[in-house]
């Protein structure tokens, strides 16, 4: 089978599309564009916006790629993201990003915490995180008892696309949170920053240097995936496998059907098909341990 044959082409991503997004968003006047119209005032970046942004607070903690990051004249940080899947655990991420972020705030040495500059992280979603039908969430540090805002200087903002109380968000936002999720689409934008955002758009697909990249960077994903399967570090990934392939069998599904369904070449899962047909009674945890020591 065919590891390419669901690949999107870079002319059918949307903005919701994490490479396309990060290329877009290197562009300092596009992004400048994004924050202006989110934020609802005139942002003006300090230098070039950084895509794909490692950050870790030491060489043995866990790293984090930050979608875009930048910083403006006023030394305020933002880090927006735009995140296509409910992976049901953003607001802890974006809690742990933020506490990545805010370690990197102060210099050696800096006793005055006052000192730290604004953080704005921003994850923008085509689903209701929340479930009350919002375009946006905008969470600050409260007291419980007097509702008294700490002041802090974090803030964390997420969009919904789908939102139903289009009144409480300006009409340009409402129309650049369609458009990011309906890049595909000929849309005709309304106001000169929209438009300044899609001709961007329009730009970076046509490119033939980025539609190379986008190959390539496909290319190595599936190469870095094989390579950690057959080193046994995916082992989440196995799990994860294991627990599909469970639910296609008990649905009278055979071997090239699901392969076919997991785009997967069917030899690369024979051993764990045959795994799960075997002990199909038991736990997915069960059969992968079993999976584990036939290895």
């Known amino acids: 089978m065919n590891q390419t044959k669901s690949k999107k082409s ?11 997004f990060a290329e877009v968003m290197e562009d300092t006047k596009t992004f400048e564009n994004v924050l202006s119209i989110i934020l609802g005032q005139d942002i003006s970046i300090a230098g070039r916006p950084q895509t794909e942004h490692e950050s870790r607070t030491s060489p043995l903690k866990r790293q984090v790629r930050l979608d875009v990051w930048a910083e403006d004249e006023s030394d305020a940080v933002y880090n927006v993201e735009a995140q296509k899947e409910n992976t049901k655990n953003l607001p802890h991420r974006s809690r742990f990003y933020q506490a990545l972020i805010d370690s990197k705030l102060l210099l050696p040495g800096e006793v005055d915490f006052s000192n730290m500059q604004d953080c704005y992280s921003i994850i923008i979603a085509p689903f ?30 997420f969009f919904n696309t789908h939102g139903k ?16 999720e309906h890049t595909t689409e000929n849309i005709s934008c309304s106001t000169p920053r929209l438009q300044e955002i899609q001709s961007h758009v329009n730009i970076v697909k046509s490119s033939e240097e980025i539609g190379v990249k986008y190959m ?5 994903k599936i190469l870095e995936k094989r390579k950690a399967r057959a080193e046994g570090l995916a082992e989440g990934e196995d799990l994860r496998l294991i627990k599909l392939i469970k639910k296609k069998i008990q649905k009278s599904k055979n071997l090239i059907q699901i392969a076919d369904e997991l785009e997967e070449p069917p030899e690369s899962i024979q051993i764990l098909y045959d795994c799960v047909k075997e002990h199909l009674q038991q736990d997915s945890e069960d059969i992968y341990d079993i999976y584990k020591n036939m290895k």
């Open 10 to 20: 870079l002319q059918d991503l949307t903005l919701l599309d994490r490479f396309l």
């Open 216 to 220: 390539q960077e496909w290319e190595e």
């Open 165 to 180: 109380n289009p009144e409480a968000i300006s009409p340009e936002l409402r129309e650049l949170l369609y458009y990011m």
């Open 128 to 157: 209701d995180l929340f479930g009350k039908g919002l375009y946006q969430y905008t969470f600050q540090m409260t007291c419980n008892e007097t509702g008294q805002t700490l002041d802090d200087g974090a803030v964390r903002i």
